[in-house]
């Protein structure tokens, strides 16, 4: 499977959830972990936990496995690796502490727009 494949699978069902402010960062070239990071939050646990089950769904159904996943019942900071695409889905607060988008700021970005069009 096309690696841009899996992001835009992965993009629809943050979406489908309501993950707050989705950002896709082009990892190409600048990590060998993966191709794409997807950065989201949600504003409770229970939604935080809901959009990660939601993509490992839809990651299922495409007939590949999560090959790593932390943080899940603590609902704060959830890490979830899909090989050739890494997802972040924080709670508000820690998205904000954390600050990946600036930690990784030489990644170009992605408009989660064209991935879901």
Do not use: C
Request: charged share 30%; glycine share 6%.
């Amino acid at each position: 499977m096309e690696s841009q494949d899996l992001l835009k699978t992965v993009v629809k069902a943050a979406d489908d959830k309501k993950a707050n402010d989705l950002m896709i960062l082009n990892m190409q070239g600048l990590s060998p972990m993966a191709d794409y990071f997807v950065i989201g939050h949600g504003n409770s646990d229970r939604q935080v936990q809901a959009i990660v089950r939601e993509i490992k769904d839809q990651v299922h159904e495409l007939g590949l496995s999560v090959k790593r996943l932390e943080g899940f019942d603590e609902a704060k900071w959830i890490l979830m690796d899909i090989g050739d695409v890494v997802v972040h889905i924080f709670q508000k607060d820690d998205r904000a502490y954390y600050n990946l988008e600036r930690l990784w700021g030489d990644a170009p970005t992605i408009q989660v727009e064209s991935v879901l069009a």
